[in-house]
C-alpha cells in the first residue's frame, strides 16, 4: 500500500499549480498514451472481475447451509458437484483478475519508466543549454534532486497512483453495486461509516501535512550538511571543526527526529482509526444481516458475501485519499521537473555560424557592458584591443572578479551590450564549440576525470598520437613525473584524482593545452597551494606554452605583470585601470598601492 | 587608438567604395578605384586602428567583396582590428 509520504520527503510538496502541473503530466504521457489507457482499462477490468469474487464465495455458503439443513431435514444433502462448479468458477473468476492485474503492470511500468527515461534524457540534454548564470542561483543539490528524487516520484506515481486511484475508485462502485443488490438496508447502515471515516481521514491529513512539510525541510537541511561535511571533511579536520560540525548535525538531526516522528505518528493513527469505525459498521451489518436472514430476506451466504464487501469497502476510500495524497507530491516533484525543463536556455548559436579555421589570436573588446546581475553593471564600456601573442595579465585583490574576463570571452555568461570580437568575428555569430576549441584554459583548479594520464591528455585532441602526447608532455615539463609512476601513461586517475598532488594536475593540464594548440590561452598561475620545485615547473610550461599564443593571465608572479602588454586590474568584479606596468605605476592609483603592497619585496628576488 | 566607420550601405559602387574608404583611412588615394589598389594600401597601415564596418541593408554584390577584402586585412596586417557593426 503506497504511503503518503513514498518514503521520500521531497513528495509532500504542495504543487504551486496543480492543475498546471497534471496537464504536464498528461502531455508527457500523451507519446504512450495507448499502452496508458490500456493499463487503465486492464487495471478497471481485472478490478470489475474480483470484485464479483465475495458474491460467488457467498453462494458457497449458502450452497453449504441449504445441502446442510436438508440433510438435517432428511431432505437430501450437500451437493458437492454444485459446489465444485462454484469453487471452480470462483477460481476462473480470480485466475482472470490475476491476468489482467499482470497485463496491467506490465504496460504501466512499461509506460512509467519510458517516461522516467525520457524525462532524464531531456533534463541532461537541457542542463548542457542553460546559462551558467542558472548554476549560479541554484544550489547544486537542488538540481541533483530534481534528477533523482522528482524524478523518481513522478515514475512510481505514473506506475502505481493512476491506476491505484482507478482501480480503488471502480473498486468502491463495484462494492456498492455487490451490496445493493444483495440488501439495500444494510447498505444503508454499512454507509454511514463512510463519512465518518472521510473526516478522521481529513482530521489526519490536515494535521500531519504540517509536519510532514517540517520533516521534509530538516531532511534537506540535514542532506545539505553532511554533503559540505563530507565533501570538506579534510577541510573540518583540519580546522578542529567535528565538534562545531557534530553540534550542528545534532541540532538538525533532532530537528528532523521530531518532525519525523510526529508526522509519522499521525499519519500511522489513520489506519488504526478507520479500521474501528469500519468495525463498528461491520458489527451492525452482521445483527442486521443475522436478522434479514432469519426472515428469509437474503441468503445465508449473502450476510458472508455481505460482510467481506463492507470490511473491504473503506479500504479502497483510504486508498483513494492517499493515492489523492501522493498525486499531490508527484504533482509538486513534476512541477519542479517541468520547472527545470522549461528554465530559460542560454541563447542559442548562431544559425549561419562564421567558422574561420585559421585563428590567429587577435581579440577586442568593444564596448563591453557586463553585469551578473542585469541591472548590477561591474564592467562599464570596455574596450580593449589585444594584438596576436600579447599578453594580458589580470590582476586584483582575492574576489575582485578575476575570472569574470575569461568567462566572458569564452561565453560562459552574455554580454549586456558591446562585442567580444576573436579576429574580428564577433563571438556571438560563432558556434560556442568553435570558440571553446580556439581558447585553451589552464586553471589552478585542474579539471581531470577518471581515467587513465593518456586519456586526460588526449581530452584535449582526441586524435593524438601517442608520440605527439608525449611530446606535449615534454613541453609541460611533466614527462619525467609521468615516468616516475609505476604504469606511466597507463596510470589510472582516480575519481577524485586524489592519487597526484595539486601543482602535477595542473602539468597534465598544461601538456593539455600544448596538445590542443589554441591560438588564445587562458591561463591561472600557480598560487602557494603548489610546492616550490612544482611552481618552478608549472612557470616554464606556462612560459613555453605561452610563446606565439595570445594570452590572459590571472597573473600571480611579479614577472608574468611586469611583462604583460597590457594589465587589467579588477577590484570588486569592476575593472578600475588599465595599462602597461609603467603606465600603471607613473598613474599611483589602485595598481600602483596593490603592486606595493603584494610585489615590493619580491623586486630583489627577480 | 583610431576608429574608423564604414558603412557599405553609403556605397552605390565599387569605384565610389574604394576612394571612399582610401580617404576615411587617410590612405594614399591616388587612384585608388578598385580592389587590389585599396587593398595593396590597405596592407600598408602601420598604425593600430580600429575598423568598425557596417551592413545595415541588403548592398550590391560588388560590394560584398570589400568584407572579404577586410577580413583579409585583418588576417595579415596585425594593426588592424576588424570589428562588425551590427544594424
Known sequence: ?606 | MNKVRITLDDYRNLEEACSNIALKLDLENDGINDIPSLQEQLMKISEDIVIELRQINTIPDELLRLQRVFEDLQQNNDHVYLIRGIG
Open chain 1, 1 to 606: 500500500m503506497p504511503s503518503p509520504m513514498h518514503g521520500r520527503g521531497s513528495s509532500v510538496q504542495k504543487p504551486k499549480d496543480f492543475k498546471g502541473s497534471l496537464k504536464k503530466i498528461v502531455r508527457i504521457l500523451a507519446p504512450y498514451k495507448f499502452s496508458f489507457i490500456l493499463g487503465l482499462i486492464t487495471a478497471v477490468i481485472s478490478v470489475v472481475i474480483s470484485v464479483v469474487g465475495p458474491k460467488i464465495m457467498g453462494n458457497i455458503i449458502t450452497e453449504i447451509a441449504n445441502g446442510f439443513m436438508a440433510k438435517v431435514q432428511g431432505t437430501g444433502g450437500i451437493d458437492f458437484d454444485k459446489i465444485f462448479e462454484i469453487v471452480s468458477l470462483l477460481c476462473a473468476v480470480y485466475a482472470l483478475s490475476a491476468a489482467f492485474e499482470y497485463v496491467q503492470g506490465f504496460l504501466m511500468s512499461g509506460v512509467s519508466n519510458k517516461i522516467g527515461y525520457s524525462l532524464r534524457k531531456e533534463m541532461n540534454q537541457k542542463i548542457d543549454r542553460l546559462p551558467l548564470s542558472y548554476f549560479d542561483t541554484h544550489a547544486h543539490g537542488d538540481i541533483l534532486s530534481r534528477f533523482t528524487n522528482d524524478v523518481d516520484t513522478l515514475v512510481q506515481s505514473l506506475n502505481q497512483t493512476l491506476s491505484s486511484l482507478l482501480s480503488n475508485f471502480v473498486r468502491v462502485i463495484g462494492f456498492l453495486v455487490m451490496m445493493l443488490s444483495i440488501s439495500w438496508k444494510m447498505t444503508l447502515l454499512a454507509l454511514v461509516i463512510v463519512p465518518m471515516s472521510i473526516v478522521v481521514v481529513m482530521f489526519v491529513v490536515k494535521r500531519s501535512q504540517s509536519y510532514f512539510k517540517q520533516q521534509q525541510k530538516s531532511l534537506g537541511v540535514v542532506n545539505g550538511h553532511i554533503e559540505e561535511m563530507y565533501s570538506a571533511h579534510i577541510i573540518v579536520k583540519a580546522f578542529n571543526g567535528e565538534k562545531q560540525s557534530m553540534q550542528a548535525f545534532e541540532q538538525y538531526n533532532h530537528a528532523l527526529y521530531q518532525s519525523a516522528w510526529k508526522s509519522q505518528f499521525l499519519s500511522g493513527l489513520m489506519m488504526p482509526l478507520t479500521q474501528f469505525i469500519g468495525n463498528l459498521g461491520y458489527v451492525g451489518v452482521c445483527i442486521l444481516g443475522g436478522y434479514l436472514a432469519m426472515r428469509q430476506e437474503i441468503a445465508l451466504g449473502d450476510i458472508q458475501s455481505f460482510i467481506t464487501y463492507t470490511r473491504n469497502f473503506t479500504q479502497p476510500i483510504n486508498q483513494i485519499s492517499q493515492s489523492i495524497n501522493t498525486l499531490q507530491s508527484t504533482a509538486a516533484a513534476a512541477e519542479r521537473v517541468f520547472e527545470f525543463l522549461d528554465q530559460e536556455e542560454q541563447i542559442p548559436d548562431s544559425t549561419t555560424p562564421v567558422c574561420a579555421n585559421a585563428t590567429k589570436g587577435q581579440v577586442s573588446f568593444e564596448n563591453v557592458v557586463f553585469g551578473y546581475e542585469p541591472e548590477k553593471t561591474i564592467i562599464h564600456n570596455f574596450s580593449m584591443y589585444v594584438k596576436p601573442g600579447q599578453t594580458v595579465a589580470i590582476v586584483g585583490p582575492t574576489g575582485a572578479g578575476k575570472t569574470t574576463i575569461v568567462k566572458l570571452l569564452m561565453r560562459f555568461y552574455e554580454l549586456n551590450s558591446g562585442a567580444i570580437y576573436i579576429d574580428g568575428v564577433n563571438i556571438k555569430d560563432m558556434k560556442r564549440s568553435d570558440l571553446r576549441s580556439k581558447v585553451g584554459m589552464v586553471l589552478q583548479d585542474a579539471w581531470l576525470f577518471e581515467g587513465t594520464i593518456m586519456e586526460n591528455l588526449r581530452f584535449g585532441k582526441q586524435k593524438a598520437s601517442d608520440q605527439q602526447v608525449i611530446e606535449a608532455c615534454k613541453l609541460a615539463h611533466v614527462d619525467h613525473f609521468i615516468h616516475t609512476l609505476e604504469h606511466g601513461y597507463q596510470t589510472m586517475l582516480g575519481n577524485d584524482t586524489s592519487n597526484i598532488s595539486q601543482g602535477q594536475k595542473q602539468l597534465l593540464t598544461i601538456a593539455r593545452a600544448f596538445l590542443a594548440d589554441p591560438s588564445i590561452l587562458i591561463l591561472d598561475e600557480a598560487t602557494s597551494s603548489v610546492d616550490t620545485r612544482t611552481e618552478i615547473l608549472i612557470e616554464k610550461g606556462m612560459d613555453e606554452l605561452m610563446k606565439g599564443r595570445t594570452s590572459f593571465v590571472i597573473a600571480h608572479r611579479l614577472s608574468t605583470i611586469k611583462n604583460a602588454d597590457a594589465i587589467l586590474v579588477m577590484d570588486h568584479g569592476d575593472i578600475v585601470e588599465v595599462g602597461n606596468h609603467d603606465q600603471l605605476m607613473k598613474k599611483q592609483g589602485f595598481y600602483y598601492n596593490l603592486y606595493n603592497a603584494q610585489f615590493e619585496g619580491d623586486e630583489g628576488i627577480e
